[in-house]
């Protein structure tokens, strides 16, 4: 299985500033032949479901706010939340879709400090 | 608007079976793959294992955890999908998502749909 390794397991950032969270995967996972990343992000907020974020590293889902950006290819990858707002609260996962075993990252904790 | 429910979990005790259901709403259900992710308590994220639509044979994929015990299946004339869990164990103690998911062929790309969650507690 690929292993994915998100750090740090949580980060408390200032209203307004921004939130960086990374993620590495155990090998590559662009594909070569239509330079793709397979890489998603989610939001998790206590008592709701998972929300997609991020798909194909980069590209935003319908409605996330454009504060929300992916970046990276390969093996390392970043969320980044700029202008945090109090509602960005949430435990953020990265997920590989590379292979058919699907894996996702430990997960990031974003707190207001 | 587009809806997933689960139903079925519970409080059961070791060694028994469970069915969990995926009942879904304002999409095309038998047009998608559908998937199970599970979190237990104070952990993360877990992918459990995804059916194909019928126009990829319905196969299905598991992580390796519950290969085995895990089976997924669809019902695409009542827009349902199900976990059947086998012998169950207290690791299996979880909240179970069911996810709609986007595909390509036979492969499995990301979940853009999730439903609220079914708890499922195994103890004796």
């Known amino acids: 299985d690929i292993v994915m390794t998100q750090s740090p397991d949580s980060l408390a950032v200032s209203l307004g500033e921004t939130a960086t969270i990374n993620c590495k995967s155990s090998q590559s996972i662009l594909y070569s032949s239509t330079n793709n990343n397979y890489l998603a992000w989610y939001q998790h907020k206590p008592g709701h479901p998972p929300k997609l974020l991020i798909y194909w590293a980069s590209a935003r889902e319908s409605g996330v706010p454009d504060r929300f950006s992916g970046s990276g290819s390969g093996t390392d990858f970043t969320l980044t939340i700029s202008s945090l707002q109090a509602e960005d609260v949430a435990v953020y996962y990265c997920q590989q879709y590379y292979s058919t075993t699907l894996t996702f990252g430990g997960g990031t904790k974003v707190e207001i400090k | 608007e587009v809806q997933l429910v689960e139903s079925g979990g519970g409080l059961v005790q070791p060694g028994r079976s469970l069915r969990i259901s995926c009942t879904v709403s304002g999409f095309s259900f038998g047009d998608y793959a559908m998937s199970w992710v599970r979190q237990a308590p104070g952990k993360g994220l877990e992918w459990v294992g995804f059916i194909r639509s019928k126009a990829y044979d319905g196969t299905t994929e598991y992580a390796a955890s519950v290969k085995g015990r895990f089976t997924i299946s669809r019902d695409d004339s009542k827009s349902i999908a199900y976990l059947q869990i086998n012998s169950l164990k207290t690791e299996d103690t979880a909240v179970y998502y069911c996810?709609?998911?986007?595909?390509?062929?036979?492969?499995?790309?990301?979940?853009?749909?999730w439903g609220k969650g079914t708890t499922v507690t195994v103890s004796s």
């Open positions: 996810t709609r998911d986007v595909t390509s062929g036979w492969s499995q790309y990301y979940m853009d749909v």
